[in-house]
């Protein structure tokens, strides 16, 4: 066995509590700043004021917007935040249901993209139809019944989960990749 010799003028270590306390300050004050930095600039909580996309995501549950956004990160069924196009200030949570050279059709109330129903393929989402009328005609409205539409580089065909309750691209067409503000996730 061995044993450890202090040697001429070395002092022995304590535990220093002001050290510790000012240490610990400094970390929960740079994890602060840095936890409302990220909130601020990369991820935003977002509360639904309306029932446009209930029951995935009903009015006032808070969920959280990703800021960081892609063309390429983008898919169907994707919920994403957007710039309302005709109202100044305004933003609508929406779904992506046609994107980039897809052919989208509505016919009596049921969208079709590539010729293929969405009551046909699998979603994650129930849609709501509050409206007990039948679809609109295509003369009266183009909300229940639209007719082939090709959309455009770079564009989005968004809908509502609650069809009936909402504004959407069936009423202002396409939105471009510059008017999404995050995603949902």
Request: proline content about 4%; some cysteine; hydrophobic content about 40%.
């Amino acid at each position: 066995m061995f044993s450890l010799k202090k040697e001429f003028g070395e002092k022995e270590k304590k535990f220093d509590r002001k050290k510790f306390v000012q240490i610990l300050s400094i970390s929960i004050i740079v994890g602060f700043l840095f936890a409302s930095v990220a909130r601020i600039w990369f991820v935003f909580p977002f509360v639904p004021e309306t029932e446009e996309m209930s029951p995935a995501f009903p009015k006032g549950k808070r969920i959280y917007i990703s800021r960081f956004v892609r063309d390429s990160s983008l898919f169907l069924g994707d919920v994403v935040l957007v710039e309302h196009p005709t109202q100044k200030g305004k933003v609508t949570l929406v779904r992506i249901m046609g994107k980039s050279g897809d052919q989208i059709s509505i016919k009596d109330k049921i969208l079709y993209r590539n010729g293929i129903s969405e009551t046909q393929g699998k979603s994650d989402f129930s849609l709501q139809f509050k409206d007990a009328r039948p679809a609109f005609s295509g003369t009266y409205s183009t909300r229940d019944n639209l007719s082939n539409l090709t959309i455009e580089d770079r564009n989005y065909f968004l809908l509502c989960d609650n069809r009936d309750d909402c504004v959407d691209s069936r009423d202002f067409g396409p939105i471009p990749f510059e008017k999404i503000i995050g995603k949902a996730l």
